[in-house]
Every structure is written in C-alpha cells, then in structure tokens.
C-alpha cells in the first residue's frame, strides 16, 4: 500500500502549522518549505477545512491554523479524508470479482486483519507526535524563531 502525495502533504501541512502555532501559517510559506504549488497545496486543505481539521483566516494578515489542538489530531484522521479508498485486494471493494475464492478465502480474512492494524497504528499517532522537535523542525521548514522559547 503507498499513500497519496496529497496525503503526504496534507499530514505535512498540519504538522507545519503545529511547528508554527500559535502563528498563522501563509499557505505561501508552507508550499515553499515543500516545494510545493499553492494551488496543489489550497486543494489539500479544502477536505481539512471541510471536516474541521485546519481552519482558514481569510484577509491580509491571514492564513491557516490548527482548528483543534494538535494532540486531538490523529494520522488516521488526516489519511481517511485524503485516500479514496483502503481496497488492499480487488475482493476489498465489493461488487463483481473474477476470483472464485469470494466469500470463503482466508485471504480477504488476513488482509482485513492487516488493514485494522495499520489502522491501529495511524490511530495512535497525533501531529503533536510528530512535532515534538519543534526546534529542529521550524529550523528544517524555514521557520523564523522570532524569540520564542520552544521544545
């Protein structure tokens, strides 16, 4: 299984803007610490403002931020909003099939088995988890400092 580069990037965006909080983060700035494209990168937030993951201040000092507190966001949360579908086997998606086995396989039964451990695993890592070097990272992305003592 391989993820979307949206999903990359929209998992990247909040851990931007958790480097970042207090501070609203130009979409500007975080596409360029990603080598990114505004308009690829205002696509990936939509879905993340959508379902109240990020949230928009619009005029000239705006930007984005956390909705929600970094700790309350989890992988699983981001990666369910961007990936279309989770189908490990063509058995997963339902419908017609050319296996014969459909229905009786051990399998289809491993691979559901699988899928709900990496589940269990996006589901116990939030942005925060991945953000606890902020200094490192706000280094790493560009970020300035501007006098704030951080991790």
Not at 34 to 43: D, N, P, Q, T, V
Not at 45 to 57: A, G
Not at 71 to 96: K, P, Q, R
Request: glycine share 8%; with cysteine.
């Amino acid at each position: 299984m391989r993820l979307t580069r949206q999903t990359s990037y929209a998992v990247r965006t909040l851990m931007y803007c958790a480097i970042n909080a207090p501070d609203l983060s130009r979409v500007a700035d975080i596409a360029k610490a990603y080598g990114i494209s505004e308009l690829f990168l205002f696509k990936l937030i939509k879905p993340l403002v959508e379902n109240d993951i990020l949230q928009t201040v619009r005029g000239r000092h705006g930007g984005v931020r956390l909705a929600r507190p970094a700790a309350d966001i989890t992988l699983l949360d981001v990666i369910s909003l961007t990936e279309e579908n989770f189908a490990l086997a063509e058995c997963f998606e339902g419908g017609e099939t050319s296996c014969p086995l459909v229905g009786g396989c051990e399998l289809n039964g491993a691979l559901h088995e699988a899928l709900e451990a990496f589940f269990a695993v996006l589901r116990s890592y939030t942005i925060a988890d991945l953000t606890d070097k902020r200094r490192a990272m706000r280094s790493r992305l560009g970020i300035e400092m501007l006098g704030l003592e951080l991790n």
